[in-house]
């Protein structure tokens, strides 16, 4: 059931190769794309192809499946879980998106900027992607229809960070760039070209932009085909990588939901060198445009995605029901305060950094002035404050109210 890559086929039986090329490409499951891949420096080009395979028929059923256990959990989970749950992930796929491509971002400076805390001046290279990875959680509509919408997409998404790194890195051409661009490996060595002149560039992304919004293929599958011609074509000078897996996730938030939306860039820099090899394998020659084993490893990463999602899910409820279960014991005085204590116990085991004054508020639909009272009527070492920046958070010290 395992699909082999051409490439490898090449060098375990060169002829049986050849014959397998021809009946995959030929095949009538096999879908054809109006692109031809080439491999750095050498001169044949392929057309793409993918070939639909009862592995791939198998991942979607495992992922729409998993989608299917995935959502009672999100929709019965309480709200400020769900909070500190999203906006921990959300700071992972920020950071993570900047780190695979080599820039450097501390999740205190991305904090800052969500929490509009810091000067625009001073997070201006952050500000603009930060606001896009908003529209996602707020489930507002981007444009990708055409070239001219990704563009300018483009510009109020990373360019300003881009510019901030390399101010030759601006966009020169109609819609992209007008200049060869290459891609590099660690050690310097160029490995890729992206596609030029921009008017090659427009056409090929142009049939890019129709396959990621073409319905008669399955969504999941044409996320997958987008993701890697985009990095294949490569339209801009920088902020490439960036952009390809926004866009990923925000067409998975659209078939999938959000939190799957932003976990994709911090499992993929977990899985970095997989990542990067998965393109150049699929760019090889001997792999003559055969798309397939790269939606397969994307289709597997997002699987991953909601496996190790459900299952932090299900661990941290559990914790919180049974912690739950232990307030019930506590001599806390009243019904607020057992509200209280129960928003901070949340706040304190989903990875989050404390909860609001706001969240408290808007939770328990009391008053600033009856939430701030109860607060300051706790034992001081049953709450932690985050007083650091504002606005101030608030956390339940676990150790002190469960272990003494």
Known sequence: MNYTPLKN????????WESMYNRRFDAPHTRHFPINIRQYNHPHAFPAFLCYTEEMTLLLQSVYRKQLVL?????????VMLSQFTRACLLDEIQS???????????????????????????????SVVDKYRK?????????SDCASLSLFYRHFVLDEVVSENEFSRPDGQLFRKEPVDIQSAVQKTIHRGLWPESEIISAMNSALHILNDEEIPCLIRIAVFHYLFGYIHPFYDGNGRTGRFIASYYLSREFNRIIAVKLSSLINKNKSPYYEIFQNTNNEYNRGDLTPFVLWFMK???RSFSETTSTLQRKIQQLQNYSVRL??????DPLTRELYFILLQ?????GEGATMKDLTDTTEKTYITVKTRLREMPADHLWIINDRKPFRYKLNVRKVFHG
Do not use: C, M, W
């Not at 019930?328 to 005085?333: A, F, Q, R, T, V």
């Open 136 to 144: 996602i959680l707020s489930a507002e509509q981007i444009d990708f």
């Open 301 to 303: 990463i997002v699987e």
């Open 347 to 351: 706040a304190s085991l989903f990875e």
């Open 71 to 79: 959502l009672p959990i999100l929709h019965n989970a309480p709200s």
């Open 9 to 16: 086929l090449y060098y375990q039986n060169p002829e049986k």
């Open 328 to 333: 019930d014991s506590l001599p806390l005085g």
């Open 97 to 127: 998106t900047n780190e695979i491509e080599g820039v450097r971002s501390t999740k205190s400076e991305i904090r800052a900027v969500l929490d509009r805390t810091r000067r625009a001046s001073d997070s201006l290279h952050l500000q």
